[in-house]
């Protein structure tokens, strides 16, 4: 499958979004793992943006720093979300109240639990009514999110946009499920090359097991090998132009591999 790339959105710890992270992507500037930055955006009515969780937040960045160059009108753009767990805050905070004797759960909690949630007030946000997938596939999550949207792309000849979002758990749900870091990662992706292409993506999914490409910074290497969406980091490298690989290759089900070649537009 080929697709075009017009946007990129980059959030994580020390990653303050797509334009600042290319030169520490690309190794010019050194990688300072930091706390999560997240502008505020007020697209969300103040009723919405009080009931929002942080993954929602972080998928509305990400959602709209990719957007930044679009000439795409956004609540007719298709849209897929990956992550491997959505909200572990609020289905900690649920694990708590279901604990009680009152077994009381907040209906805002539990609103926010559903894996759809982000793509909710993402559609609030935009006020689009375009096609929708949110999927899970554990720590393939960003993989099976980038296939997703470059099936979309092949079969409707219309551009896509892909959110990846992964973010801890508290203990003690952290100690069964570790998660480095909260990152949120993004892709406008498109059928066909356009003024805004900087970039062309082959996908293919090979009946192999290959090495996945790591990323040369042993800190930004662990976050890759920490956390789900982080694994798309080193293809956000080879797009800011550092990695001289004619082929990457992205972790994906047992027994298989997604290679991506990139090419400049």
Same mark, same amino acid.
């Given at each position: 499958?080929?697709?075009?790339?017009?946007?990129?959105?980059?959030?994580?710890?020390?990653? !303050?979004?797509?334009?600042?992270?290319?030169?520490?992507?690309?190794?010019?500037?050194?990688?300072?793992?930091?706390?999560?930055?997240?502008?505020p955006?007020?697209?969300?009515?103040?009723?919405?943006?009080?009931?929002?969780?942080?993954?929602?937040?972080?998928?509305?960045?990400?959602?709209?720093?990719?957007?930044? !160059?679009?000439?795409?009108?956004?609540?007719?753009?298709?849209?897929?979300?990956?992550?491997?767990?959505?909200?572990?805050?609020?289905?900690?905070?649920?694990?708590?109240?279901?604990?009680?004797?009152?077994?009381?759960?907040?209906?805002?909690?539990?609103?926010?639990?559903?894996? !759809?949630?982000?793509?909710?007030?993402?559609?609030?946000?935009?006020?689009?009514?375009?096609?929708?997938?949110?999927?899970?596939?554990?720590?393939?999550?960003?993989?099976?999110?980038?296939?997703?949207?470059?099936?979309?792309?092949?079969?409707e000849?219309?551009?896509?946009?892909?959110?990846?979002?992964?973010?801890?758990y508290?203990?003690?749900?952290?100690?069964?499920?570790?998660?480095?870091?909260?990152?949120?990662?993004?892709?406008?992706?498109?059928?066909?090359?356009?003024s805004?292409?900087?970039?062309?993506?082959?996908?293919?999914?090979e009946?192999?097991?290959?090495?996945?490409?790591?990323?040369?910074?042993?800190?930004?290497?662990?976050?890759?090998?920490?956390?789900?969406?982080?694994?798309?980091?080193?293809?956000?490298?080879?797009?800011?132009?550092c990695?001289?690989?004619?082929?990457?290759?992205?972790?994906?089900?047992?027994?298989?591999?997604?290679?991506?070649?990139?090419?400049?537009?």
């Amino acid at each position: 499958m080929q697709v075009f790339v017009e946007g990129v959105g980059l959030r994580g710890p020390g990653l !303050n979004g797509w334009v600042a992270s290319r030169g520490i992507l690309a190794g010019a500037e050194p990688y300072i793992p930091d706390e999560l930055i997240l502008p505020p955006q007020d697209l969300l009515p103040a009723a919405e943006r009080r009931r929002m969780g942080l993954p929602a937040k972080l998928a509305l960045n990400i959602g709209l720093e990719a957007l930044a !160059n679009s000439t795409h009108p956004a609540d007719t753009l298709a849209s897929v979300f990956a992550s491997s767990g959505a909200d572990g805050q609020v289905i900690h905070q649920i694990c708590e109240s279901l604990a009680t004797e009152e077994r009381d759960v907040s209906p805002t909690r539990f609103h926010n639990s559903v894996h !759809n949630a982000p793509a909710g007030y993402w559609s609030i946000a935009l006020r689009s009514r375009a096609p929708s997938t949110s999927l899970c596939c554990f720590d393939c999550s960003f993989v099976a999110g980038l296939l997703d949207a470059c099936a979309y792309c092949a079969a409707e000849t219309e551009p896509v946009l892909l959110l990846s979002y992964d973010l801890p758990y508290p203990e003690p749900l952290n100690a069964a499920r570790p998660i480095t870091g909260a990152v949120g990662a993004a892709l406008l992706l498109a059928p066909r090359a356009t003024s805004a292409s900087f970039a062309q993506l082959a996908v293919q999914v090979e009946p192999n097991d290959y090495q996945p490409t790591i990323m040369q910074d042993p800190a930004l290497e662990a976050l890759r090998a920490g956390n789900p969406t982080a694994r798309a980091l080193p293809l956000l490298a080879a797009l800011s132009g550092c990695l001289s690989v004619p082929n990457l290759v992205l972790e994906y089900l047992r027994g298989t591999a997604v290679t991506v070649a990139v090419s400049r537009c």
